[in-house]
């Protein structure tokens, strides 16, 4: 059974940085691509970032494009989200989903009404 665990979110100043972590097992993951998406109170869900297994595949939103940075330690089973710069409208819960597809729909996926995710998420807070 599929389980998850993000963490390494927290409260920080804009301009600060935040690294957040996400651990999953129970999955075959080199058949999937792994991303990040958030969402703030009475917002959409927004792909933030994904990446397949073999890294040869990154995709980015606009929104946090030369911000951000998605990476994985293989050795530690483990994905990470670099953020820099870090802007109030970052504030939102962050998760990270296995996805068995093409980084660039990321976007298009993290949106449909059955998309599934099993983590708890972490808390990202911004202030200005």
């Known amino acids: 059974q599929l389980q998850v665990a993000e963490s390494g979110g927290g409260l920080v100043q804009a301009g600060g940085s935040l690294r957040l972590s996400c651990v999953m097992s129970?999955?075959?993951?080199?058949?999937?691509?792994v991303g990040w998406f958030r969402q703030a109170p009475g917002k959409e869900r927004e792909g933030v970032a994904c990446?397949?297994?073999?890294?040869?595949?990154?995709y980015y939103a606009d929104s946090v494009k030369d911000r951000f940075t998605i990476y994985k330690d293989i050795a530690k089973n483990t994905h990470y989200l670099q953020m820099n710069n870090l802007k109030p409208e970052d504030t939102a819960m962050y998760y990270c989903?296995?996805?068995?597809?093409?980084?660039?729909?990321?976007?298009?996926?993290?949106?449909?009404?059955?998309?599934?995710?099993r983590g708890q998420g972490t808390q990202v807070t911004v202030s200005s």
């Open positions: 990446i397949t297994w073999s890294g040869s595949e990154i």
């Open positions: 989903a296995a996805y068995p597809g093409t980084p660039a729909a990321w976007g298009v996926v993290v949106g449909v009404p059955d998309f599934d995710y």
């Open positions: 129970g999955l075959r993951l080199d058949d999937y691509a």
